[in-house]
Nanobody
Framework: QVQLVESGGGLVQPGDSLRLSCALS????????MAWFRQAPEKEREFVAA????????YYADSVKGRFTISRDNGKNTVYLQMNSLKPEDTAAYYC?????????????????WGQGTQVTVSS
C-alpha cells in the first residue's frame, strides 16, 4: 500500500522560506505523477504545484508561480516543495498527492493517494 508522509512545515515570518518534503513508502516514486495541494481554514483544497514522473512537466498555481518550486528525487522516493518569499496568504495545511498515470495534474480528483498534511503558518 502506497503511503505518503509530509514534513517540514512550521511557523515562519513573511518573506521567509521553507522546504516541504513528502516521503513515499510502499511503492516506487518514479512511476507516479506527484503534486502539492493546500487547504486553509474554511476554504476549499486548492492546487499548488505538480510534477510528472520524469520531471519534464511542472505546473504551478498562479498564486505561487515564481516563488515555489516542486522537485523530486526518485532515488530517495521523495518529493519537495521549496517555498520562498512566503506570504500570510500561504498559510494552510499542505498535502502531498500522487497518481498512477505519471502525469502532472492540477485537479484533486486526478490523484489516487494522499498524505496527512503538514501545517505552514506565515505570520509576523
Amino acid at each position: 500500500q502506497v503511503q505518503l508522509v509530509e514534513s517540514g512545515g512550521g511557523l515562519v515570518q513573511p518573506g521567509d522560506s521553507l522546504r516541504l518534503s513528502c516521503a513515499l513508502s510502499g511503492g516506487t516514486l518514479s512511476r507516479y505523477g506527484m503534486a502539492w495541494f493546500r487547504q486553509a481554514p474554511e476554504k476549499e483544497r486548492e492546487f499548488v504545484a505538480a510534477i510528472s514522473w520524469t520531471s519534464s512537466s511542472r505546473y504551478y498555481a498562479d498564486s505561487v508561480k515564481g516563488r515555489f518550486t516542486i522537485s523530486r528525487d526518485n532515488g530517495k522516493n521523495t518529493v519537495y516543495l521549496q517555498m520562498n518569499s512566503l506570504k500570510p496568504e500561504d498559510t494552510a495545511a499542505y498535502y502531498c498527492a500522487g497518481n498512477f498515470d505519471g502525469y502532472a495534474r492540477s485537479r484533486a480528483l486526478q490523484y489516487h493517494f494522499w498524505g496527512q498534511g503538514t501545517q505552514v503558518t506565515v505570520s509576523s
